[in-house]
């Protein structure tokens, strides 16, 4: 019998506020420990949480994002444990009603479960909650830095949508590219920033009911996620093969060793003891405010791309440049706007204007020509007046000098030759100068005729029409 996999992903991020959730303390990576605390994130008795309007406002700026529904009332509960790294004995997230919930993300993937190279997976919700402090193990002792206590969480619930490692890792690139680009989260898995807990079972293939869950909790890469699916899953087949009873349990990822451990079996909702949060009101956003959250929606990575070859005509490839690099991408869309040949410009965007920044290690800040220049340069390609060889050379001006496309082929008269004439003379000077590529040619070397051409092009200094040339070389040689 043949078994597949269902995962499902729980991955926490911290938001991007300059505060932290529920007192006015530093939201920042890097201070010395126990330094960004006051009483409220220390837990201390009696302290009374005020909810960061800022935080709401991204919680529900990402459900937007994830194409998800904003209840009109949403609540905070208390979840009860206790642990050394929260100092309340509780930790403030949303039970019951979740700021956002059932919307999806959709994102490449070339694999089972995509349709076109894209793939779908549900979100049941993404709520608001607060991060822990950090425990930290030295030889005899341990410590707890309470920095991270308090900081926004926001908990992003997928559907068991995913079916292994390689789709996991997929939807983790293109959750966290969306959040980023979205101004949600840096999303910096260096400093913690996303944490993510993996559900997975395993099933007969093509079965509807869903397995035992076993939860990989806390790993912090994704390459982590895949590498700790890539042991779980076929661990699991081979129990079930064996006729084992798989039963619900958490267990950790030992990366060094690379293999999963069990450390617990699952404990359940109730076992935490929600209940509202007493101290802080219910969250019942109004339409004045939620719309202003709206405007701030940004086009995200994938729905960019697709404009991008649908509007401007351009291959794949080339969109995918223009998004990963969002200025560049900006710079096309303004020189290619109403082009005939979009394609042309993103050409030169690509092979030319980002080659030459990464070589000088500069941005295009510090660019001393605009768009216009692009396309002006284009312009004079296709309407003759340079060959797309002299355009080159053109493009390495203007990026030295700033001059305009045209000023620079006036200074260096780099106009192109299309006197057939002219032409004429240098390709009888070519096939002189050349008589054993020319009998080459005669007897059936095609390679040969390139050579000559590049003889022609080289005596007009690269100005001849290269079109031209080809034309008037061939005739002249099977004459
Ligand atoms: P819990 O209350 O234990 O956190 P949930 O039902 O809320 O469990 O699910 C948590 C995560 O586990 C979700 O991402 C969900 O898609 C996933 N999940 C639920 N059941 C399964 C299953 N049988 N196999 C794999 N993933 C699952
Ligand atoms: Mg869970
Ligand atoms: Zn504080």
Known sequence: MEYEAVIGLETHVQLKTRSKMWCGCANAFGSDPNTNVCPICLGMPGVLPVAN??????????????????????????????????????????YDRPSTANGWVEFEFDGPGSVDGVARVRITRAHLEEDVGKSSHFDR????????????????????????PEMAYAYLK????????????????????????????????????????????????????????????????????????????????????????????????????????????????????LEEVRSLVVELPLQRKRRLIRDYGIPAGDAEVLCDHLELGRFFESAAAGVRNPKAIANLVINNLQARLAESGTGLEE????????????????????NSKIAQDVF????????????????????????????????????????????????????????????????????ANPGLVGEILERKLRS
């Not at 002792?141 to 292994?164: C, M, Q, T, W, Y």
């Not at 450390?263 to 956003?285: G, N």
């Not at 312009?379 to 007046?385: I, K, P, T």
């Not at 003379?425 to 390139?450: E, H, M, Y």
């Open 53 to 94: 309007d800022e935080a709401l406002r991204l919680t529900v700026l990402t459900g937007y994002l994830l194409n998800c529904e904003i209840p009109r009332f949403a609540k905070f509960d208390r979840k009860n444990y206790f642990y050394p790294d929260s100092a309340k004995n509780y930790q403030v997230t949303q």
């Open 174 to 289: 293109a959750l966290t590219d969306i959040l980023h680009r979205g101004g949600i989260s840096d999303c910096d898995l260096e400093k913690g920033m996303v944490r993510c807990d993996v559900n997975v079972s395993v099933r007969p293939k093509g079965t509807a009911t869903l397995g035992s869950k076993i939860e990989i909790k806390n790993m912090n890469s994704f390459s982590g996620v895949r590498r700790a699916l890539e042991y779980e899953i076929p661990r699991q087949i081979e129990a079930v093969r064996r006729g084992e009873k798989l039963r619900q349990e958490t267990r950790r990822w030992d990366d060094a060793a690379g293999i999963t451990e069990a450390m617990r079996s699952k404990e359940d909702a109730h076992d935490y003891r929600y209940f509202p949060e007493p101290d802080l009101m219910p969250f019942a956003p109004t339409d004045a405010w």
């Open 396 to 463: 390495a001006e203007m990026y030295a000098t700033g001059e305009t496309p045209s000023a620079v082929v006036e200074r260096k008269g780099w106009v192109q030759v299309s006197d057939t004439g002219a032409i004429e003379g240098f390709c009888d000077a070519a096939i002189a100068g050349n008589p054993g590529s020319v009998a080459d040619f005669r007897a059936g070397k095609a390679s040969a005729l390139n050579f000559l051409k590049g003889q022609v092009m080289k005596l007009s200094k690269g100005k």
């Open 367 to 386: 660019l001393k020509f605009g768009p216009a220049g692009l396309r002006e340069l284009v312009e004079l390609v296709e309407s003759g007046r340079i």
């Open 141 to 164: 002792h341990s410590g707890v830095d309470f920095n991270r206590a308090g900081v926004p969480l926001l908990e992003i619930v997928s559907e068991p949508d995913l079916n292994g």
